[in-house]
């Protein structure tokens, strides 16, 4: 008999231990995950019920997170609150918003600023420009 399970479910516990998960999809078309078809019920139920735990901005860091660099969805879960992201921005961008951010320079200095050198530094320093931001750990 096959059933489709909704995660987090709160019935999960009364399928017994006689089960194959054959499938796994995500409503959130923006992350995709690899399937392991070793995985628990019970691992899959907490990986859900933290992921429905997210706030907006922790649900797009996973986004970027397990499209760019992690793309275990349990380990991208653990680790979504140890990163910085920046939505939408590239490094040079990022670069910018740090210089305005930290110091308080004249803005008739700023036309001297090469971000673009500074977004690459930013690279070396380990920030990561992805097609939805940038991210930092």
């Known amino acids: 008999e096959l059933i489709w399970l909704e995660l987090p479910s ?7 231990e006689d089960w194959e998960i054959l499938n796994a ?8 995950f690899e399937f392991d078809e070793n995985w ?8 859900a019920e933290d992921w429905q735990m997210l706030s907006d901005w ?11 660099q992690i793309s275990d969805l349990e380990t991208a879960l653990g ?12 490094l040079a961008e990022v670069a910018e918003e740090l210089t305005t951010d930290c110091y308080n320079i004249p803005q008739e200095l700023y036309r001297y600023f090469d971000f673009e050198a500074m977004g690459r530094d930013l690279a070396n ?6 097609e939805y931001g940038v991210l930092y750990r």
């Open 25 to 32: 999809e995500s409503s959130d078309c923006s992350v995709d």
């Open 40 to 47: 628990d019920l019970l691992d899959l139920q907490t990986m």
């Open 125 to 130: 320093d380990g920030y990561i420009e992805t």
């Open 79 to 90: 680790e979504v609150g140890s990163w910085v992201f920046y939505p939408k921005m590239s």
């Open 58 to 68: 922790e649900n797009e860091t996973l986004v970027a997170l397990v499209n760019s």
């Open 10 to 16: 709160k019935d999960f516990e009364n399928f017994g």
